[in-house]
């Protein structure tokens, strides 16, 4: 969770077809669960708070997501598994349904 847009950020390294499709089906499932079950974000912010960190980083809501797919080469839709694509379709539309906007992101690894 981070910053004033509310967002939550989920990363992997998604160098098959696995990961990536787990990363979107973790963004999926955490979302829903931070906006419906109040025990999950207060739970969230325990852990935070025992870890050393600011249990005010957890916002209210979430109201972003962004996905960020890491690898050894830049990511983009065309690169990503059929299957992953569908998972990533089926949580832009969950997102909608929640009113949460949603963005993907690729970053280099070394």
């Known amino acids: 969770m981070s910053g004033s847009r509310r967002s939550l950020i989920p990363v992997r390294a998604v160098d098959s ?10 963004a999926g499932v955490s979302t829903e669960t931070l906006l419906r079950d109040g025990s999950a974000s207060a ?9 050393g960190g600011n249990p005010d980083w957890i916002p209210g809501r979430v109201g972003h997501v ?17 299957f992953s694509k569908v998972r990533l379709a089926r949580l832009a539309d969950e997102c909608r349904i929640l ?12």
């Open 99 to 110: 009113n949460v906007e949603l963005s993907v992101q690729s970053i280099v690894r070394a």
């Open 43 to 51: 739970r969230l912010r325990q852990l935070v708070e025992n870890s």
């Open 17 to 26: 077809i696995a990961p990536a499709s787990h990363l979107g089906a973790q």
């Open 66 to 82: 962004a996905i960020v797919m890491a690898d050894t080469k830049p990511r983009d839709a065309d690169a990503l598994f059929t």
